[in-house]
């Protein structure tokens, strides 16, 4: 069968520099790239991170100077940039 397919320029010739250095022709390319991936099986499906939690009453502490304060407890700051 024939068939006419656009490609771009540069594409093209990128393809016939391999086919040159690889002594085919650019129908042997063509056919091997299509059953190469023509023949490839599926691939997996994208993964999903499944769902989690900790248990507990999650976040109790909405203000954000007062999570601060208790991620830089016992550390000499309160995390304002002081010491």
């Not at 393809?15 to 650019?26: D, K, M, N, S």
């Not at 190469?36 to 507990?56: C, I, S, W």
């Amino acid at each position: 069968m024939k068939t006419t397919v656009e490609v771009p320029d540069s594409l093209f010739q990128a393809a016939r520099t391999h086919c040159a250095a690889h002594g085919i022709t650019f129908r042997e390319l063509i056919e091997r790239g299509l059953r190469e991936v023509l023949e490839k099986p599926a691939t997996a499906a994208p993964f999903r991170l499944g769902a989690f939690g900790f248990g507990g009453e999650g976040q109790q502490v909405h203000e954000w100077a007062e999570i601060r304060s208790l991620i830089y407890a016992g550390h000499g700051s309160d995390g304002s940039g002081e010491q």
